[in-house]
């Protein structure tokens, strides 16, 4: 069975970091493009970064604007979103998604990925 497991949410004051965590397991996690979205109160779910676990190759959306920084590691299949200078509207629930890596593009991060876990909450006070 197919799990991803996100955590590392939680309430932090503007300006403060937070650094999340997926735990991906049921698949050959060197073979997939593994990521993170988010989707904030009454805004559609959007991309923020995702990496491709067999050589790191890295995708970001441009608001992320240097804030964000994805890595993976093989050894735990852990794919981690470190966040710094949160601002209030990176409140969102933070959803770690994985789908099977292409070569038809360097990293896959688009809605239609294949396995979605349940999210974690980031909660940021101004």
């Known amino acids: 069975e197919v799990q991803l497991q996100a955590s590392g949410g939680g309430l932090v004051q503007t300006g403060g970091s937070l650094r999340l965590s997926c735990a991906a397991s049921?698949?050959?996690?060197?073979?997939?493009?593994i990521g993170w979205f988010r989707q904030a109160p009454g805004k559609e779910r959007e991309a923020v970064s995702c990496?491709?676990?067999?050589?790191?190759?890295?995708f970001y959306e441009d608001f992320v604007k240097g804030r964000f920084t994805i890595s993976s590691d093989i050894a735990k299949n852990t794919v981690d979103l470190q966040i710094l200078d949160l601002k209030p509207e990176d409140t969102a629930v933070y959803y770690c998604?994985?789908?099977?890596?292409?070569?038809?593009?360097?990293?896959?991060?688009?809605?239609?990925?294949?396995?979605w876990g349940k999210g974690t909450l980031v909660t940021v006070s101004s």
């Open positions: 998604a994985a789908t099977h890596a292409s070569e038809r593009w360097p990293v896959y991060c688009n809605y239609d990925m294949d396995y």
């Open positions: 049921g698949f050959t996690f060197d073979e997939y493009d």
């Open positions: 990496v491709r676990s067999s050589d790191g190759t890295t």
